[in-house]
């Protein structure tokens, strides 16, 4: 079975940090490409950032620059760090294993930008 267990989300406030967290089994990190989508309400889900089956990192525009996704291999853990947040920003925030026509998903966690 796998499993995709985000953690990290919250309420924070503009220009504040949160730092998402998707542990994954060993075989599912080891073998798949690990990113971060999310969806805010209304708004089909796109992707926020990923890492591609060669290792290479790809952002979505609209986050280079604020947000770096980061591994831990020995934790078999993705990271999603995300600095100067807007309100834009809020969502729900998933984490995803890509392997081919295969795609997994966390259960979702909620990033809520406000003051």
């Known amino acids: 079975q796998v499993q995709l267990v985000e953690s990290g989300g919250g309420l924070v406030q503009p220009g504040g940090s949160l730092r998402l967290s998707c542990a994954a089994s060993?075989?599912?990190?080891?073998?798949?490409?690990m990113g971060w989508y999310r969806q805010a309400p209304g708004k089909h889900r796109e992707l926020v950032a990923g890492?591609?089956?060669?290792?290479?990192?790809n952002y979505a525009d609209s986050v280079k620059g604020r947000f770096t996704i980061s591994r831990d291999n020995a934790k078999n853990t993705v990271y999603l760090q995300m600095n100067t947040l807007k309100p834009e920003h809020t969502a729900v925030y998933y984490c995803?294993?890509?392997?081919?026509?295969?795609?997994?998903w966390g259960q979702g966690t909620q990033v809520t930008v406000s003051s």
């Open positions: 060993r075989s599912i990190f080891s073998m798949f490409a």
């Open positions: 995803n294993a890509h392997k081919t026509i295969f795609d997994y």
């Open positions: 890492f591609t089956s060669g290792g290479s990192t």
